[in-house]
């Protein structure tokens, strides 16, 4: 059962650009969702994470939109970068301090092309 | 302040096989969760440690176990290996009480053939 739908699978994108990332989930009991990063051979890195209370987080070029309404939740990159090459991964848990288990979504491969 | 190590990196077993991965969790943390990543797709959770005991369980059969010794550190032992086992595992240390964090390790590739 995918409780975490991600979506585009890839994406290229121009250096300078925006990226956009877009992940919908099915149970409202989710209350943390994290994006990671992960670069080819390594393990992945978290990048930004919300909860459900607020409908935007803004660190660096990294924003995440939240609409718990519409049970959805998007990553965007602006002034997308070589460096940002990756593939990203939309997630959600819930559960308090360590007991947590988090869903992933199947991951996006982006690609920014200078 | 190391962060979460894992070992072996990487290996080989024969289908039929069993194999033990091993994890030491980032200082200061007592959580640690195993998971399978296959390649394409997300990590998916196969199970917790905490205290020693298993927490939470994902969707695994009993193939799969682990366990957690008194320093926090952890294993994932996989029995009976199927081709369809191979995979890269992750592993992820936490502290109880302290936000929903988790940090992952490079992960430990099997190939299973």
Known sequence: QQQVKQSPQSLIVQKGGISIINCAYENTAFDYFPWYQQFPGKGPALLIAIRPDVSE??????????????????????????????????????????????????????QVIP | DAGVTQSPTHLIKTRGQQVTLRCSPKSGHDTVSWYQQALGQGPQFIFQYYEEEERQRGNFPDRFSG??????????????????????????????????????????????V
């Open chain 2, 67 to 112: 366990h957690q010794f008194p320093n926090y550190s952890s294993e994932l032992n996989v029995n009976a290996l199927l081709l369809g086992d191979s995979a890269l595992y992750l592993c992820a240390s936490s502290r109880q009480g302290a936000g929903n964090t988790i940090y992952f390790g490079e992960g430990s590739w099997l190939t299973v």
């Open chain 1, 57 to 110: 987080k803004k660190e660096g070029r990294f924003t995440i939109s939240f609409n718990k309404s519409a049970k959805q939740f998007s990553l965007h990159i602006m002034d997308s970068q070589p460096g940002d090459s990756a593939t990203y991964f939309c997630a959600a848990s819930m559960g308090s301090g360590g007991y947590q288990k988090v869903t992933f979504g199947t991951g996006t491969k982006l």
